[in-house]
Every structure is written in C-alpha cells, then in structure tokens.
C-alpha cells in the first residue's frame, strides 16, 4: 500500500468575472482512500461542491471577480490500495458487447476527441487480427508509445485522435484519446482517467490516462509510459478530456501557476 | 391537451448475431402523460430495459440471433401537455452561466457531432452582436432553415456540425446538430430531443429536434419547420445524435421497414 | 483609359539567410501595358528574372543574407485599356467542356486551396438549377458577398475554400477560393488574379480576386466588392494563392512593411 | 537495356455523352525512348493530341457519343535506359533552395493532395532530423512501406496524404502523395510519375510513384515496392494525382475494362 501527499496550487489572474468549476479532488474510488483533505483560497469566496450524474465526478463550482491573484490550494492525503493486481490483469480477456453492463455500454461510443468512428478501418486494419484480450489493449498502448512523439504544445483543444494520428505528436490526453478511440474502434469499452501521479523527468502536472472494460473490469493503460499506473491518484474518469479538464472555466483568466504535487511514502 | 397513438415498427433482417440497445418508448416527461404501451417482437426473445444515469432515457436491450425477419412493435397512447406555453416562452431570457444549474452545464461542452468549439468565431460573428435571449435563438433557427437545404441522404454518420455548415445539406438530425452547436458557442446550453411526430409530406421517420436552456426552462426549436414542435412525442434526449439513435447495434443487420407513425386525436 | 502610378515597398528583417520569389512586376496581358517600371533594392544584391512554363508570371528570385533591413521597391505606370466591356461580358455564356480550348481545361480541377471536389454536392444544389452563364458566376458572387464575412485575421495559410464556407468568414484570397471552388465545381474554368488595385477604405495591400472562362473570354469577377475590377492592374494569374503569393520565402523573416500603393490618372 | 511492349486497353460504357482528356501514351523522355507506337479506337472518332505547357504530358483529348461500348487501344514498343544508375543517385545530396533551378519550385508547394504544409510539424520531428540527402528520401519511403497498408479500396477521389496518414493505408498513388508531402515539407522537391510496370502479384493497372530532385537530378522512389522503378515507363509526371490520371472526363460513363499490359525483353 502506497500512502500519497498531494499538494495541489492553481494560480490565476482574473482579468473578468469567470466562473469555474474545478477537478481537483481525488475520487471516491475502490483502489484509493482519502484519509483527509482541504481546500482553501486566498480570497473569502463561497463555492460549492457538486458529483455529476453520469461519472460521480466530484466538481468545484464557484464564481470569482476580477483580481490580480486568486489561488487554489488543495491537499489531501490518499492511500492508494488497487484492488486487482497487474499481474492478476493480464490475464484478463474482452467481452462481447452481449456481456457488457449496460453502464458501460456509453464508452464504447465515440466522442468529441476520440472520434472511433473516423478510425474503425485503420483499427480493424492494425489491431483487429490481433487475439482479443489485455495483450491486444497493450499492442495498442506500445504501437502508440513507439510512433507518436510526445510534444509540449503540439496540441491544442480541438485536437481529436485522428489529428493526434496525422501530427504523430501530443502530449498526455492526446496519448490517451488515441487509445481510447483506438479501442473503442474495436468494440472494447475505454475512457479516459485523470489523476495527480509523479513524473521525474518533467515539472508537475495533472496527468491523463486511460482505461478499458476487461471481463475483470477497468484495467488503466499509459501509452506515455511517463509512470506507473499504480502511482496515479484518481481525480475523474469521463468519456474524453472534455468530461475531466481540472478546470472548466466561462469567463477571462490567465493562468499564473500549475502545480499539483504529489509525493509517495511507502 | 393533444392525445397521440403511436405504432411503431422497425423490421430486420439479422445476418449475423446482434446486440440491439432501442430507443423507442415514450420519454417520462412533465410535457407528456403515457396512458399506455406495449412493446412486443415476432420472436420469442428476452429483452431487458434500463435508464441511463446521464439522461434518463428508456433503453431496451436485447440481443437477437440471425433470422429473416426480426419486427419490433412498440404501441402507445400519450397525451401532450406543454407545462409553458410558447407565448411565455417567447419571453424568456438567456442566463448568465453563473446562474445556470449544475447539471445543465455538460450541454455547453462540444459534443462529437456538435462541434461548437470549431464554429466559436463563426457563431459570434453571426450572432453574438444580437440581443442575448428567446430571439436570438430564434434567429439561429431562421438562419439555418434558411442556409441549409434538407437533402435525404446529403449526411452520414460521421457528418458534423461542421460538415454541414459546408455540405449546406443535411437531415433532421444535422439541423438540429447545427443548431446545438451555434448555441452552446454562444454560451447557451443546448441538446437533442428526438420523438414521434407526423410529418405530413414525408414517410413515417423519427424525427429530431434541439432545445436550450433559458431563464424559464427549456425550449424546443425545429430548424426543420417540418412539424409543429408541439406535436413531438418525446422519446429521448441527449447531448447529440451518439445518445439517441432509436437503435444502436453490434452486429450485421439489414433494415427493413422503419416506420414510427403517430396519430393525433384533439 | 486609366494611366495607374504604382509604387511598391516591401521591407523585412532578415533573421536568417532567405530564397526570395517575388511577384510584384505587373504582368504582361492585353487589358494593360506597362509604360515603364523599375525595380531596386536598399542592398547591393543580384536578383533573378523568370517567367514559369504555366502561367507565364514574372518572378523575382534573389538571395538575401541576415540583416536589419531588406528594402525591394518597384514602381511603375501602367495604362488599363480592357479589350472587352463589362457590359459585352454580361452577355457571354458557359461553354460545354468540349468547346473549352486545351489550355483551359486546368483550371476545371480542383487544387490546395479550391477544393471544388468537396464542394461539387453543395455548389450542384446552391447554384445547379440556375441558367448557365454569365448571370450564375455573378449570383455565386453576390452568394459569397452576402453570406462571407470579410474579417482581418480570421483565415491561415491553410485555409481552403472548405473552410472559408466553415468559419464563414476571410480576407480577399478566401473570398477568390470560394468563387474559384464554386465554378470548377460546376465545370466553370476558374482562376486567381493578383494585383494592385486601391480599397479606399483600407491601407494599402495587394488584391486577390478570381476570373472564369466564359464564351468571349476570361471575365474578373470581385466578391468582396472592394473595388472595381476594372481598376486592378494584374500581377499574375494562378490556380489558386499558391501560385500567386507576392514573396514566396525559404528562410527567416519578419515582414516590417508591405505598402503597394497605386493611383490613378483618368 | 530493356526492351518493353506495351498493350493498353481500356473499354467504357458511354452513358452520357463525354469528354476525355486521356494519358496513356510513353513520355519522351532522357531515360526512355518509343521505338513505335499507334493509338485505335473502335469507334471511327477524332481525337486530338495536346501537351500541356507546366509538364509536356502527351494528352489525348476526344469527345465521345453515348454508346455500349468505347474501346481504346494504345499499343508501344519502349526501351528503358536509365540515364543515371540507382548506385550513382544513392550518393546524390540535397540541395538547398537557393541552388535549386527556377523550374523545379513549384515542386516544393503543396498541392490538391500532397498537403505538405499541413505535414510541416510532423515531417521535421520524424525526419527532420536525418542527415540530409538521397538516405532521408530512402528513409521516407520505408517508413510509408512499413507503416501504410496497401489496401484496395481503402481511399477514394478525395483522398489527402494527409488522410493517408489518419487510415494507414491507400493504393499506390496514396502511398505516392504521402511521400511527396513529406519531401516538400522537408524542402525537398518531388512529384508524382505514373507509367506502365508489370506488377506480378497483381492484375494489370497503372502504377503511381515519386520523384524527388537532389543534387543529381531527379531520383525516383517506390514507397509500395511492388516493382523495381526500372521497370517503369513512364506516361507522365506532375505534381499529384490530378495532374496525371490516365484518363479525366465530363459525362457519365462507366469503366468495363482496364488493362495496361506490359512486357519485358531484356
């Protein structure tokens, strides 16, 4: 069992009245247990807490005026306790739609940035006379590690996975939307989770993965294979980047600082 | 009040083993009363309903081995029963997004088939300058009846928003589509409504229409002008056309006969 | 007849050694003559005159080494003297692609920026039904005028005809794409001109408009009707921007000035 | 030497009256030369010969009357004498831009299909990074070779190279245009040549391959490998597909027969 401390500061300057609802919180989930957690600002400000219908994310609502600093600051502890073992995963096969839950039935569904309709030739064509199962979901995890680079600001918010494809470049949710798609092509149920994790090589960042319904249920994948699935805190799970930005925002902001720390005690 | 009798048919023909999700039965909704319904099949099968947690709508699953003819009835009564008249709903105004609810806010998000992050610039120019409100989104609705010409056959599956604003042609779906997205562009929530109504100078079809969020509730608009928006029989609604096809498969199948017919008795 | 003083300055950095191809020479073609004209640089440097096997332009080629400031300045008078009227085009008719003369038949395909092939079901249903003629290039003209916004900015060097109809929106070459696309997607030859014209409410900048082959010969047509096309004095012809640009560069650059100024003597 | 003799027959229904623009005569050209050939048709019909003034394609253009069945025949007795033997070109160099004649820039601007522009970011992290040279275009044509799949079927008359990259998979003159957008994108001049090549796995068709220009001349490159590019004839070069189908048309007609045999005598 992993015990994590995360830190998390988002700095803004509000340039006119926005309203942002924010993904910062670790989920209620059975791999992860909050021991506790706070969130504070530097400014008295009322927001409010919501769960959405569809994933159970858990979002931040709140209204901010204009001001030359406003500053979120969440913490939290979280011990990290998977409930199925990689080892134990990899043995795990596909289900025929027949046998999927009905709750699951929407992943397999393209969507704004996992556009798996536009991609279902070049899937059947790459992976489809591949043997079905966790080996094939980790084909596609290494064929996208292997050909797309990984290219701070070589993508922007209209990037879908089939730009991803073209560009060959992107950085983590770009990474994760072609798996996504890439399995979703295929009939596997996938989604994308995004969580605090540790990368070494890079400054801190929010990271973003992916995840497929096997017959044992969710398996995450990284196809940046910028850290081990295992040291990812939840934050939100949702149908592609659109579903799980850290920050929805409607108004005019300039972003001063991104720093979701977290550090690992084992 | 308007009474409304629907018989709905849809014929297959199973070529290899499929796994249907239906949308077909009448939406639980205040603006309609069902007195009524029955769903059968010519073939002695096991089919399960289930409401998604997003949007509520009223699947029916089953799955259905290979066969000449597979026939889905679905028969209901349904009384219509607007809670708003269109004359209030004339009035109403546009909200600022601090004052819309949480659960309406997915609806300004870009959607696979909706694209409003694409058409941004394009949906300021052309309306942004106009007075915010029940009229604006009127004038969206004049325009694109008026830009875009209904061709059977002019879309596809993978037609967006986008796409038809180039093609200048598409189908019910592709209206609303379009209308969605120039919404959600402007900061108004906006999604899919598809149901039962008589179009007198076409075959029996589903039809689809949008509807957005202002300060009195939601409103429905038909780009289309093909049937009064009164005389929908809701079946579903969602945030584009991916949630509410009136069936989605796994499988190979071909349709046969496709035809949702309504009644109205006043 | 109109006698045109033209006077044109381009001035740039050189951030790194650059292969410049201008076309800033006014062109060689029976509606114009050159009375005289002069090109000069601000550097001692040799530069190279061609004309291209396709479209008989008249390139500058030259090499420019780093520095603060690179100044080309050609000036020249022109006397425009149009071999046909405007009122005799009026008259003139489509010709059946049989009776088009060899040379003109590519300007029926589609190329980078006027993607007519994706444009041929959209062009068939918004202008297919009208007389041939004249009369249609003028109604696609005015289609553009009315439903394209001419916005500063709004449009890249990757824009095509597609997406001009998309974002609704672009500057001269976009408005001259879309014409361009429309024609050849209905079997009218059409191509891009280029030249010196003055926009009384602009500063000054080059000018892109577009002309098409009719029955008397190649006829201009303007559809951001920002100034007559009688009073442009042509550069150069090419199927689409590609062809046509007033400096193509391989290198670094910055652009300080761009000033071609034009007046008129009646 | 080599001695080739080649049969070409194409038959088509004439639905609609049409007119051909066809390609399907040997080039004049240095590595090649037509020992004989004739051109019959079984219809008593006039056709006209033409070269075109950007590449000096032989065209044959010809008007067609509706009809059950319009034959036409090229026949040719070719010998192959490569100019410059493929040892020689492996040494050849890139050439910077400056150095590059004025005839051969235009080979360096995206085009219909070869969206090089478009490629820009994606050429340069690929292969931007490789010694510069005729090794780089090698290095191009095996990674098209061993990432796109050849693939009948799988793109159509609007097919991009960059849509090539998205499906992973296209027929020769795919693989072609792939490969000439990302030498342009490189700086590297290169065009697309079509000709006649006994293809043994396959049935008789053309074949569509590239061309790039480095310090040597012009250096031609088979991303597909069905066929040593010694073998080819060529009909003729341009700057893609658009430029050099072997036959373009206006009407209505469809294809019977394609059979452009070719045989070998060495």
């Not at 009322?46 to 219908?53: E, H, K």
């Not at 969440?74 to 306790?81: D, E, G, K, T």
């Not at 006379?129 to 064929?143: N, Q």
């Not at 920050?247 to 084992?266: C, M, Q, V």
Request: hydrophobic share 40%; glycine share 4%; proline share 5%.
């Amino acid at each position: 069992m992993t015990t994590c401390k995360i830190h998390c500061q988002l700095h803004y300057k509000i340039v006119q009245a926005t309203e942002f609802i924010f993904l910062v919180h670790a989920a209620h989930h059975p791999d992860q247990t909050i021991i506790n957690e706070t969130l504070s600002f530097n400014l008295p400000l009322s927001s409010r807490a919501f769960q959405d219908a569809c994933h159970h994310n858990r979002h931040t609502r709140m209204h901010v005026e204009p001001c030359e600093r406003f500053e979120l600051n969440y913490s939290a502890i979280v011990q990290l306790h998977p409930q199925v073992s990689r080892e134990l995963q990899q043995h795990f096969n596909e289900l025929n739609v027949t046998d999927l839950p009905d709750e699951v039935l929407p992943y397999l569904l393209s969507s704004r940035y996992c556009d798996a309709d536009a991609l279902m030739d070049m899937a059947q064509r790459s992976f489809g006379w591949m043997t079905a199962g966790y080996a094939r979901v980790k084909a596609i995890e290494e064929w996208i590690y292997h050909n797309i680079f990984y290219v701070s600001g070589s993508s922007n918010p209209l990037t879908t996975s089939t730009d991803v494809l073209v560009q060959r470049a992107g950085v983590c949710r770009d990474f994760a939307h072609l798996g996504i798609a890439l399995c979703r092509a295929l009939g596997i149920p996938a989604r994308m989770v995004v969580g605090y994790v540790d990368i070494e090589k890079f400054l801190p960042d929010f990271h973003a993965i992916f995840e497929v319904y096997l017959d044992g249920g969710w398996v995450l994948f990284d196809p940046t294979r910028l850290a081990p699935v295992e040291n990812l805190v939840r934050i939100a799970t949702g149908v592609d980047a659109s579903d799980v930005a850290f920050a929805t925002f409607y108004g005019e902001i300039e972003l001063l600082k991104i720093e979701p720390l977290i550090t690992y005690t084992r």
